[in-house]
């Protein structure tokens, strides 16, 4: 269960603040993906990277920012979000070698006042 | 684009029945089907794939079967224990190079009662 880290678990803010989610992966892969989980709604792709380049941007909007340093870390910058973007954002990687099995970390909590 | 639709959306179900969930999907050119387990808190867990060479595949109480024609998959759960309830989640890909594009469906909430 610690392959994947998320920080932090839970985060409150502001529609006007800003802040980043935090994903490392300690597995040796070299793809990761942001997901969105609302409730009743399927778990929904944001962004793809591979080898640290964005290789899929789900038409997110660009008050979610990514950021992926290494292979090892991807951050999901925050700004100005909406209410409507409460959910529970989750983090994946794998391999990279195309259909294999994607690990998620625990998700990060978001609740936007 | 694909789209991947998932019934029931809840199920219920007596310790040692069987449990059926099923998924279809729009683009034919998917090829590979994952079966994900969320328990409730807890992050999304792979418990069996399939890839569109094979029609069904196994692993002890838990098995999926894929018909490309009707473009449909299902996961079958045999014996239920109550550590099986959860949420599962099918998803579909077609190969995308070095990454795994899935499309996820809306979930079923599995609840078995002791």
């Known amino acids: 269960e610690t392959g994947v880290t998320q920080t932090p678990r839970h985060l409150v803010m502001g529609m006007t603040n800003k802040k980043s989610l935090k994903c490392e992966q300690h597995?040796?892969?070299?793809?990761m993906y942001w997901y969105k989980q609302s409730a009743k709604k399927p778990l929904e792709l944001m962004f793809v990277?591979?080898?640290?380049?964005?290789?899929e941007n789900n038409s997110v909007p660009s008050r979610f920012s990514p950021e992926c340093p290494n292979s090892s870390h991807l951050f999901l910058h925050l700004h100005t979000l909406q209410p409507e973007d409460s959910a529970l954002y989750l983090c994946?990687?794998?391999?990279?070698?195309?259909?294999?099995?994607?690990?998620f970390g625990p998700g990060t909590r978001l609740l936007v006042l | 684009g694909e789209n991947v639709e998932q019934h029931p959306s809840t199920l219920s179900v007596q310790e040692g029945d069987s449990a059926v969930i099923k998924c279809t999907y729009s683009?034919?050119?998917?090829?590979?089907f994952p079966w994900y387990k969320q328990e409730l808190g807890k992050r999304p867990q792979l418990i069996i794939d399939?890839?569109?060479?094979?029609g069904e595949k196994k692993d002890q109480r838990i098995a999926v079967t894929l018909n490309k024609t009707a473009k449909h998959f299902s996961l079958h759960i045999t014996e239920t224990q109550p550590e099986d309830s959860a949420v599962y989640f099918c998803a579909a890909s077609s190969y995308g190079g070095a990454t795994n594009k899935l499309i996820f469906g809306t979930g079923t909430l599995l609840a078995v009662q002791p």
């Open positions: 990277y591979s080898l640290e380049e964005r290789v």
């Open positions: 994946a990687s794998s391999q990279g070698q195309g259909q294999e099995t994607q690990y």
């Open positions: 399939i890839r569109s060479n094979v």
């Open positions: 683009d034919s050119a998917s090829n590979y």
């Open positions: 597995l040796g892969h070299n793809a």
